[in-house]
């Protein structure tokens, strides 16, 4: 079953512009979470929001979360070229503990 | 500290052939095990979790399986590898839900 669904599926930008990706879901969450894959690479996890928070920063990162929308998005400050590689969102669905994965956001940083 | 491994890196089997992949957790007692599948380019699939040793969820019907053997282990198994097998496998661990870790994953292609 499909979860997350991020937006855009690919996104590229001037090195030093922000970049933003969406995050839509269909059913009550606990949390969402947002992870960054290097090509040919595992996951590497980014940042947690609860269902009870609306905001979270981390670095150059800031996470937003409407519940009643079933969307957040992922800001990326002040981009840079180590930040190229594909962004996803996941999450539970409020009642076992399946984490499920959008399809993700590529992002290329252009120099 | 936590650290999963995950072997081999990469395979190259023939079509009909078994497949064994293995992934283990150091570090940690009793985590949520996941089996994921990501097509080149793609997002995600969740194929198998485990919440506890015996205890498999079997995502989507296929002819992969999994067991868990041990509490810190967690193998991936086919009988008859297809050709749409073929894909880039990944395991992660997480204490129910929350932040899951990945392992660095098994490319496998079958011929």
């Known amino acids: 079953s499909q979860q997350g669904e991020e937006d855009p599926q690919a996104l590229s930008i001037q090195e030093g512009e922000n970049a933003t990706m969406n995050c839509s879901y269909k059913?009550?969450?606990?949390?969402l979470q947002w992870y960054r894959q290097n090509s040919g690479r595992g996951l590497v996890h980014l940042i947690l929001i609860r269902s009870n928070e609306r905001e979270k920063h981390s670095g150059r990162l800031r996470v937003t979360l409407d519940t009643s929308k079933k969307s957040s998005s992922l800001l990326i400050t002040a981009s840079r070229a180590a930040d190229t590689a594909s962004y996803f969102c996941a999450t539970d669905e409020g009642k076992d503990d399946k984490i499920i994965f959008g399809k993700g956001t590529r992002l290329h940083i252009l120099p | 500290s936590q650290t999963i491994h995950q072997w081999p890196a990469t395979l190259v089997q023939p079509v009909g052939s078994p497949l064994s992949l293995e992934c283990t957790v150091e570090?940690?007692?009793?985590?949520?095990l996941y089996w994921y599948r990501q097509a080149a380019g793609r997002g995600l699939q969740l194929l198998f979790y485990s919440v506890g040793i015996g205890q498999i969820s079997s995502e989507v019907p296929q002819n992969l399986s999994a067991s868990r053997p041990q509490d810190r282990q967690f193998i991936l198994s086919s009988k008859k590898l297809l050709l749409s097998d073929s894909g880039f496998y990944l395991c992660?661990?997480?204490?129910?839900?929350?932040?899951?870790?990945f392992g660095p994953g098994t490319r496998l292609t079958v011929t």
């Open positions: 992660a661990w997480t204490h129910r839900i929350g932040e899951q870790y």
């Open positions: 570090g940690t007692s009793n985590p949520n």
């Open positions: 059913t009550s969450i606990n949390n």
